[in-house]
């Protein structure tokens, strides 16, 4: 499989950084997103703009999904204008977004016998690391698919790793993320306590970094950015944890400590967000 041009569909936080990547790699990209200012900004880098994700499912070889919420992924696949409308047989449709497994397995059954072909991709490392190259993505689905855009993912990707099915790289993440949100709720209350304490918090995580306590969010200081998609990780977490009756005390306490922490720092939470 030869693949020349790669749409992405989510231009947001994600997808302008991916297509910039993708376009310096040597890929003719289009893009598509609702919003004009998002569509704007990837032209800047180089992305060229199409109406639709079944225009830029029309002109593509692999198309990236790294839109925010499963319902916009159900929009962006399965709409009127969506990428099934116009994908031909051996397109490869690339999961980036964070959904629960169940609807990863859910939307691979859907599309059984439509001549599309998944990888689920999701990324960890943050936004940054999207920006600037050196994200982690947490591959599932036909090694054989994998192989094939491993020069697509490695134009924005430092390290992939195959874990099996397509759906597998959901639950990478889903797990990923669980651990994530745990250490930023326990560094945000350990450095409270260590400044009631009267220790300079500052001071105390250049120690910390250094030290048995190390964490991706305490190195990159997590607990001082809006950390808007914890909930919505927590819920997924949580609801397919139910379905295998599985006991998960810490996850359910690490979402209400997020939404504390969220609360605290004037954070939206949902419910709360400006409409």
């Known amino acids: 499989m030869t693949i020349r041009t790669v749409g992405v569909l989510g231009l947001g936080a994600m997808g302008r950084p991916m297509g910039r990547h993708l376009v310096t790699g040597g890929f003719d990209v289009v893009g598509y997103d609702p919003s004009a200012e998002s569509v704007r900004r990837a032209e800047e880098v180089g992305v060229r703009g199409l109406a639709s994700p079944k225009e830029v499912a029309q002109e593509s070889d692999v198309v990236l ?20 409308a116009g ?5 490869v449709l690339g999961l980036g977004s964070t959904v629960s497994p169940t609807y ?12 599309i072909d998944l990888l689920d991709m999701p990324v960890t490392r943050s936004d940054r690391a999207v920006e600037s190259g050196t994200a982690l993505v947490l591959a599932g689905g036909d090694p054989a698919v994998l192989d094939a855009c491993r020069p697509v993912l490695a134009t924005f990707a430092t390290d992939v790793f195959a874990l099996g099915e397509f759906g597998s790289g959901q639950v990478a993440k889903m797990v990923n993320n669980m651990i994530l949100w745990a250490c930023v ?4 209350e350990g450095l409270r306590l260590a400044e009631e304490l009267g220790v300079d918090p500052d001071r105390l995580r250049e120690a910390l970094v250094v030290s048995s ?8 200081r997590a607990d001082e950015r809006p950390v808007p998609w914890a909930e ?17 005390p810490v996850g359910g306490l690490v979402k209400e400590a997020v939404k ?3 609360l605290r720092k004037g954070y939206p939470t949902p419910g709360t967000e400006p409409r």
């Open 65 to 84: 999904i790294v839109v925010g919420f499963e319902e916009q992924v159900e929009s962006a696949v399965f709409g009127d204008d969506g990428l099934l």
């Open 87 to 91: 994908a031909r047989p051996g397109l």
């Open 213 to 220: 306590a190390a964490n991706f969010a305490l190195i990159e």
């Open 185 to 188: 709720a326990a560094n945000d």
């Open 232 to 248: 919505k990780d927590m819920v997924i977490a949580q609801q397919e944890a139910d379905k295998l009756r599985f006991a998960m």
């Open 104 to 115: 990863a397995r859910d939307l691979a059954a859907r599309l059984q016998g439509s001549g």
């Open 260 to 262: 504390a922490f969220k």
